[in-house]
Every structure is written in C-alpha cells, then in structure tokens.
C-alpha cells in the first residue's frame, strides 16, 4: 500500500450540499496515516494543471464545521474540457507532489475527467488511486440510486412552486397562468420534485412538463386550457429542456447543448392561443444554492460518501465512484457502494416511464415515493380558510 498525498477538487455546478462531500474527504483523510497531506485542487481539475494548491489537513475544525452548512464549491470549481496532452501534466504534478490518493467531486464530465486521470497515471506507470465522488441537482449519474445534490435542489423547488402556485391562485382570473422554469437539460428529476410541495389533490403544480416527455404545442393548449376552465388559475413546472426546439443552439464547454428559453416559448404560445395571461418565475441557481431548503438526509449522505471516497482509496481501490444504495424496508436508508467510473461517465439516468404519468403531465405515485425521503423533514403545512358561509341576518 503506497503512502502518499491526497488532492480533492470540486467540478461542475455547485450544490447545496457539495461543501458536506468536501469535509467528509478531509476529515476522513486526516485519520490515515497512509495519507501524508490532503491537498485542494483550486478550479477543479486546472488547480493540479496549473500547480494551485491549498493545504486542507490545517483547516480548523470550527472552518469546516461551518462549509457542512455553506453554499457553493469552496475550493472553487470549473467546467474545463481537457485536451489529450493535460493528463501527462496532472499526472507528473501530481507525482512532484507524492500525490497517491485523488478524490474528484462532481457530475457526469467530471467522472470521465477522474477515469482518464487513472487511465493516464496507469499508462505512465504511476500507482494513482482516482475516486469520483458524486453530486449533481439533476440526479442524472447512472448506478446510483440518486445524488448527493439532489435532495435539497428538489426540496427547493418543491417548497418554491408550491408557494408561487398559492400566490397565483390568490390572484384567480386577474393573472391565470404561471410557468416556473426548472433546471433539467435532458432529465426531468428536478422539475418533478414540484409535485412534493402538494397537500392535498387540486394544489399546485397542476402540469408537469419533462425532457423525457417534450412537449407539443397543442397539448399545452389543451392542458392549460382545461385547468383554467376547472380552477381559474394554472400552476406549471417545467423543465427547460421540455421544449423542444425554443430557438436557443449553443453548447457548454463539454458540447452539450444549452436549454433555454422553455418558458417565454410555452408563455407566448398560451397567451396567443388563449389570450390568458402569463407570468414566469426562473429560480435558476437558486435551485442548488439556496441553503434554507437543505435536506438534513442529502447534508448527511453528502458527507457520508466523501468519507467512503477515502476509505476506499486507502483500502486499495481506484478508478470507481461512490454510489448511493437504497435498501428495501419501511424505513428509508442507504448504503455505499461503488460503480467504475468508466460506466459513469457521460451516461445519463433519465426519469423512468414509471414515474410519468400516460398524459405527460405529471408524476406517478411511484416518484413521490421514491423522492419523498430524499428531501427530508417534511414540509411546513400552509392554511385554507374553510368559507364558512355568513348566515343572513333577520330584521
């Protein structure tokens, strides 16, 4: 078993909860003494491309007691396409420094990034121990029952339709329609949280529009059209890839195309078609940076899986991610496992046909099911008057 140093970094969009994943890697690598220093990566995986690093294992306990509660990636994070002759680079910076031991928090991208950062040290003879920690508000990483990320991005937007919707009940026939754009380039997870924030049946949101269902002009119409007609108002979530085409044809700097634009397509569609009117509301980062609506579960399980990073690591293993394994019971809970990296990366977890409904307008049962646990403890109750009528006086 070599000794070494370990290097973390953050990559991707930042969560809620990303900062727990971080502190359980360095309070966990501390502990080993097969681990001689525990690094930060600054801007993910450029920290090691430009030799940027901080020295974590001196962080006070009080320091990272407070990132477990703090939003954004605190070493700072990238969304960085390396080219071929970069990973030579990170691996002989990484060999200057001893460094045996790297820990990558992150999405789909950042797992390849971490599986060709093993390929590479493999090739160049350097023993090299890469682990992917995960994290992502859109749950889409494969093998894994859910992300780190998720459940308080879902609780969020579950708690932010909800209370949107009841404003715009309270305005009826004055200002009908909102739409509330949600983040979700190809899967609809976080757009279908909203239907959590229900109370009872007829509450907000009324539609639910997912990637994986895209929308078409006339069903929208039908839809809404139908929901006014019934309450007077109508409450939508939807994912900002539902639309398919919105006019919007750029791509990030990994090529995947950008979404955008879903709701002022889906508004100028319902006001010219119905002549209702038509609000919107984009929480945009809000959705993962928000930390008032952390889940408790999600805080936890973020923790927990950077802590497990490291154990395997010392125990020998590389090239795989942490993952999240729910066990059957009445209760919910979840084990570590592991997957190797190479099946993560780049693939996507779509919402399955089982949690949509035949319409494609709305969540099953069986999803509520399955997310209700992850957003944690459950959300404050708000009130209905009950109308009890005013009885006429007699004169």
Known sequence: MPEGGLVVGQ????????????????????????????????????????????????????????LRRTPGAALGTVRHRLEPDDYERIVKVLSAYDVRFFC????????????????????????????????TVDNDLAHTDHCPGYGSAARFVALAVRDSGWDTESMGPSSPVKIIEVMGRNAGWLTAAAALGRQAQGDPPHLIYVPERLVDDDRVV?????????????????????????????????????????????????RQRLKLKVRLDRPNYLQRSFCLSMSEVDAEEAYRVG?????????????????????????????????????????????????????????????????????????????????????????
């Open 11 to 66: 990559s991707g969009g930042p969560t809620q909860v990303i900062n727990s994943s971080l502190v359980g890697v360095i309070e966990e690598a501390v502990r080993h003494k097969e681990i001689t220093g525990v690094y930060g990566s600054l801007r993910g995986i450029t920290g090691v491309l430009n030799d940027n690093f901080v020295d974590l294992a001196r962080e006070s306990k009080e320091t990272l007691a407070l």
């Open 307 to 395: 802590r497990s990073a490291v154990q395997l690591a010392v125990d020998g293993q590389g090239d795989v991610m942490v993952t999240l394994e729910r066990t059957l019971g009445e209760r919910y809970h979840c084990d570590t496992g592991t997957v190797a990296l190479s099946e993560v990366a780049n693939a996507e977890k779509l919402l399955p046909d089982e949690y949509i409904n035949e319409e494609g307008n709305d969540v099953t049962a069986a999803f509520l099911d399955y997310a209700r646990p992850l957003i944690g403890e459950p959300l404050p109750r708000l009130g209905r008057l009950q109308g009890f009528p005013v009885l006429a006086q007699s004169r």
């Open 222 to 270: 039908r839809d809404v059209d139908r929901v006014v007609a019934e309450r007077e108002h109508c409450v939508i979530a939807l994912s900002e890839g539902a639309v398919p085409d919105t006019g919007l044809h750029e791509v990030d700097a990994f090529g995947h195309g950008m979404k955008g634009r879903a709701a002022e397509y889906l508004a100028s569609l319902i």
């Open 104 to 135: 990558y928090i992150g999405g789909n991208d950042s797992m390849e990034t971490a599986h060709k950062v093993h390929l590479a040290a493999q090739e160049m003879g350097y023993e090299l121990r890469a682990i992917g920690v995960p994290k």
